[in-house]
């Protein structure tokens, strides 16, 4: 791993010696440089590359200095060094720290300043201007993608139009001088390199097009603006880099390598331009590595993309193997129930039965058919929620009207021995069926705790009433008429009520009624818009 990315390092440092040799190619003796110190300059300025994506920001400082030093000699490696500084700053945009590429800018701007101005002459405004925008557009630009990289996807059009901007910032400003130099009206060549510019905005949706318009307008600039010819290279190179990120295919790879070099060479090599096999693999080289770069990031693309998918996948399957393990559990916990309560309450129907046919007629044998006739609607419960935890998405079925189980419950209660009193308004039918059935649930947990704690004889009045907004369940007993022996409770029978009514964003409360007796109340709303966030079941 300490070794990933060195081709990629290498192949930048190539690029930037081949693209500062091909400039400088036809250069001769300067005021301080011979021409046959074009070699050296060329390895002083490109080499560098090979570090800019390790150390961007001292890339940029020597870049500037280079600029500078260039600048002053009159070397014509000035312009090289002006074109990677741009590319390091961007990088150092995208992965310094805010202060260390601020302070890269800031030294660029110097440098450009400097590379702009002619000895002797004040900076104006314009090239003050010229100066800032040049180096601040590509750090601007490497801080956005790096704020931005991990939602930019398919759809979005922000990098089509960072690279539309980019390429009409390198046409333009590299070639507005020239306009005038050559064979064609000044609008024309104008249209000319804003279009070709534009054009780099769709490079991402339309590879090959754009890779084609790039090579007319530079075999155009060739024939009618020898000036703009090497910021057609470049963006001719940008396509190439483009296509090769976004088209898989090996033998399209091959075919854009190959036009690429013709085209390259069509601008670069001259009628006296001397062809040797250095500057055939300097040329070579640097027509590989906007293809090896495009290769690169394709790869770490569809690596990253392959990656999401798979941990999208191990997502689901996480949650899925979750619910699973729960509805496993569930089950489990249900068979438990039921084989642990239907055990006992099938024992007691058992013995209700056996010793309803030894018993006479009357009280007794009424209150063995009550718990016989009882057990077995408990098992049918008991069998109801083992179905429904095994399957919670599953819409329990409706054994009876909620109405019937308020007048059953009503008339259990007072064959145990309870004196009951009735009050269901007739105008409850029209609610809501969960609302309805929370206040069945209600009335036969309200009525069994005042069995419990009150004991037979106690006189109970349930009232079930409606109104616009909701029912109202009303459970009033009265002082118990003599001490009794309590009956065994869990203490869950109040709290599993309050957790129904809230599920419905009912409200309940309980409390002695100032009488000796104790009063139930709740109220269940009939509207959504007054209910909770959701129903999440009761625990009653």
Known sequence: M?????PLDVLL???GVGLDLLTTANAGDTRFLPAEMNI??????????????RRPVAVSLYLAAVLAVTDELGSFTSNTAQILLCVALGVAGY??????AALAVVAAIAATAMNIADPGVLITGNMWTYAVLL???PAVLGAYLRSSAERLDERDVTPDALLAAGGVAITVLSTWTTWHSGTQPVWVVGLLAVVGGLSLGIARRLPGLVFLLQGVLLVSADTYLNEAVN????????????????????AWTAAAYVTGTLLTAIAVVGDNTEITPFRVGVLMTLVATPIAIGRYLGVRRAATVTERRVAEEAARAAVAQVRADQLAERERIARDVHDIVAHHVGAMVLR???ARYTAPD?????ALNDIRETGHQVLQDLRDLLDLLRDPDRQPDLLANPADVVRESAERMSAAGLVVGLDLDPATDQAPLIARTSAARIVQEGLTNVLKHAGPGTRVRVSLTSSDDGLAVEIRNGRPPTAIERLPSSGRGLAGMRERVRAVGGTLSAGPDGEGGWLLAAHLPTRLSQGSHGSQGSAA
């Open 362 to 366: 009357g009280p007794v044998a009424d």
């Open 13 to 15: 440092a190539a690029s």
């Open 135 to 137: 180096p601040v557009f």
């Open 95 to 100: 992965g310094a720290r805010p202060r260390a």
């Open 40 to 53: 050296p300059m060329a390895l002083l300025v490109g080499l560098p590359m090979g570090l800019v994506r």
């Open 352 to 354: 209700a039965s056996a």
């Open 2 to 6: 300490r070794w990933r990315g060195v």
């Open 231 to 250: 910021t057609c290279v470049i963006l001719t190179l940008i396509a190439i880099g483009v296509f090769s990120m976004r088209v898989a295919s090996w």
